[in-house]
Structure formats: C-alpha cells, structure tokens
C-alpha cells in the first residue's frame, strides 16, 4: 500500500531548512525527524512550482 503524507510537520529534515526568529538554529532539531522519515521509510518528496 502506498500512502502520500503531506503537510507541515513544523520540523525541518536539514539544518540548511531551518532559521529560528533569533537568527540562529538548532543543529540538533533535525536528528529526530530524520529518524522518523527513515524508520517509517518515508521519502522526502523536493517542493517545487
């Protein structure tokens, strides 16, 4: 079965996707999604348009 996930998940796969309001980021936000997108064998389909 193939299922299409879509959404804002308020979490970003790299650390290049994410700024914080302060200016900086959390290098370390990243890790847990991408443990999530890899257990789950989720791909992370590229934004285009």
């Known amino acids: 079965m193939r ?3 879509c959404g804002d998940f ?3 796969k ?3 996707e994410r ?6 980021s959390c290098p370390l936000d ?3 999604f991408n443990c999530f997108i890899e ?3 989720l791909i992370d ?3 285009s348009g």
């Open 3 to 5: 299922v299409c996930v």
């Open 10 to 12: 308020n979490a970003a």
């Open 14 to 16: 790299n650390v290049d």
């Open 19 to 24: 700024r914080s309001s302060r200016g900086g």
């Open 30 to 32: 990243h890790i847990p």
């Open 39 to 41: 257990d789950n064998n």
């Open 45 to 47: 389909l590229p934004l």
